[in-house]
């Protein structure tokens, strides 16, 4: 295959932080390269152009802050020509960051990633980030009540005042007015930090998206003192409460005659679930209630659009305003902070302090105005729950270079010796650390091996949608990249690592193609087999390396109590090189 083949290239991202007391989350921007030349983002100098492109999200949690460093390195910095962090201040990135962990946490972005903080204000960035969604992006709010989900269409002109609720590690409320013009009138402490902490002390849980799946599993009534528990089974119709209302969180605990270790996990995770929650609409109305807001938006990662979350606030408030108020919420809840920070960028090109392209695509996507100024453009493109804005068109007037090119950055093979190395249809069979029957070489156990690279460097190099090939192992790094999207795609779904090995299994169950037989992924990569002898060796080959790429991918893909890694499967969505997966 030709190595200047287009499907084999990268695109930059850029991108901007919430680093709050718990999570860590990043707002980052990816063109399409579909319709650009080599890899370039085309942006207008006097007039507009079209820029199409994805805002992408991710997260992490604040304790583990060097996963976001790595991240960050990996898919952010490669592609932006920074690659100097101990260099002067004239090489270093200036980002956009808001949150506490923005000061807490400047230097060491600094010192390792050569990274400068423009500090936003918090409350400031939340309020910038709902405006964008709600003005911007097509279906982002929506109700949930009762099982039902509806989508709410926003009036833009008749948007203000509205309630909005930021439950983070403490929860903020925020009287919005008009853009820029907002209010914190009140809050608590009684948040998303107080269900995790609560809830590692109580279940032994090790992070947010572990407690929250244990709490799905789960039944309050066992821990709860509800009405009916009080009342013999019967509602308190006098005063509008039904046998099913909770009258004390965690109420029965005291009369039940048993430790914590007598309870399950799962029963104490969701009691401990829907006592915030309630507490959170209820505080939330009464807030409103004060300044005669009827419209309230819930936002934060607490969320995480959860529908056993989001209907304990919508009933809550429901019960308090009698109906006349409804709860809201946000397809893109957890990243409000970062996107406003995101937005906030201005023209910069012509300072000395930042690399003019760095912010380009920023301006490109959310500014169209001879001053400058922010202007919301309509988003006529599908939103991804959770996962991206897609950006079909968006009109830009942008006062930059007319063209900013972004050169490949993939990480390559490391094995390039060819030397004693025997091949199959053009492809070394490389060493493998590897029990597993088939003709691979047998490589020692603590050096590194193909396998090991395909994996580390999985998470990086499926965003590009090019792959220069340097030597022929980087065409088994293709080969093996692809073949875990495949596989992260079988896993997709699967709740638990029994139900994954299952899926993994089938997978290695099918048959395996090889250049010149149907199915074959990439035609051009291999050279054809010269002789049946040579197509069954390269067969077997395949067949032995995916099987050991398959055993080691469970065990990152699943954590050790069988629990999904929804960041390593939430991969499964890319598309590497433009290949589709089935």
Known sequence: MDPKDSRFSTQISHLALDIGGTLIKL???????????????????NGCSAVQGRLCFAKFETRKIDDCLDFIRLNILQHSGVHHPNGTESDKLSVKATGGGAFKFADLFKEKLGIVFDKEDEMHSLVCGVNFLLKTVPREAFTYLDGQKEFVQID????????????GSGVSMIKVDGDGKYERISGTSLGGGTFLGLGKLLTKCKSFDELLELSHQGNNRVIDMLVGDIYG??????????????????????????????????????????MISNNIGQIAYLNALRFGLKRIFFGGFFIR????????????????????????????????????????YKDQSHTNDLKPHHHTVERAVLKCSDDDSFRHIPVSANVNDGEAIEFRRLETTVATSPRILHRNQVYHSSFVEEEGITKACGCPLLPLKSHIKGPAPVSEQDRTDIVDEAITFFRANVFFTNFP????????????????NVALKRLEGCRTLAVGTKAIINLGLEDIPVPGETGFPFPGLFSLPSSQEEADLFRNYLKQVREETSGRLLSVAYRANGTPNKWWLAFAKRKFINVVLL
């Open 27 to 45: 707002v980052y921007f990816s063109p399409n390269g579909d319709n650009c030349e080599d890899g370039s983002i085309v942006v207008g100098n």
């Open 156 to 167: 833009h002109n008749d948007l203000y005042p509205y309630l909005l609720v930021n439950i």
């Open 233 to 274: 089974g019967t509602d308190y119709s006098k005063i509008g409460l039904s046998s099913t209302a909770i009258a004390s969180s965690f109420g029965k605990a005291i009369s039940d005659g048993k430790e914590l270790e007598d309870y399950q996990p799962e029963d104490v995770a969701r009691s401990l679930l829907r």
């Open 305 to 344: 659009g959860l529908e056993y979350t989001m209907d304990t606030i919508s009933v809550a408030v429901h019960f308090w305003s009698r109906g006349e108020a409804k709860a809201m919420f946000l397809r893109h809840e957890g990243f409000l902070g970062a996107l406003g920070a995101f937005t906030s």
């Open 469 to 484: 090939i340097k030597s022929p192992a980087d065409k088994l790094l293709i080969y093996l990249t692809f073949y875990i």
